[in-house]
């Protein structure tokens, strides 16, 4: 997922937030362009997000965990996500598959994606002990290591481990439209898609 930017403003000095990270535990790391006053150690900083891009952020991530559904549906339970990058424009999937999916496959992909999102599902969030996420049916990415506790994110049928931002109901995505689907590497394809009003 890609990070916010915003504004930073302060007593006589104001910055411009171009990207946000979390490296590791649970400091975010931002990176700014000093666009006025002089920047000191103690300084206290508000903190404006750009909203309107971090809801597109959110839709598309959100569609990324109906996809990663769908293909489940279709092509079958052992498709596995393989990558993903969010952005505000678009989402693109990899997942692992040995043949590229039918022109009908990739329409009752979409179908099952939006029809989730039709139903708009209220999304929820728990954090869990590890083992009892996984017992529970939670997705996760293989390879990916996880602390003790999780965050488990769940919409109608879907259930991931995940640590990003998410609407807050599946109908928030308003829809979701592959726009391709290709090979990457071998065994690996990938899938463009957008939501809202993309």
Known sequence: QTGDIGVANGQGV????????????HKIIH???LLSGV???GDVLDLEIDSERRSRIRANHTGTHLLHYALQKVLGEHVRQAGSLVEPARL?????AVAA???????????????VIYKNFELVTEIKNVNEAKKSGA??????????????VSCGPT??????????RSGDIGMIKIISESSVAAGVRRIEAVTRDG
């Open 139 to 152: 997705k996760a990415l293989f390879g990916e290591k996880y602390g003790e506790k999780v965050r488990v």
């Open 101 to 115: 999916p039918t022109k009908d496959e990739l329409e009752e992909i979409e179908r099952i994606a939006n029809s």
């Open 159 to 168: 259930m991931e481990l995940c640590g990003g931002t998410h609407v807050k």
């Open 92 to 96: 693109r999937f990899d997942y692992n």
């Open 39 to 41: 920047l000191k150690v």
């Open 31 to 33: 990176k700014a362009k």
């Open 14 to 25: 104001k910055l411009e937030i171009i990207n946000t990270q979390k490296p590791a535990g």
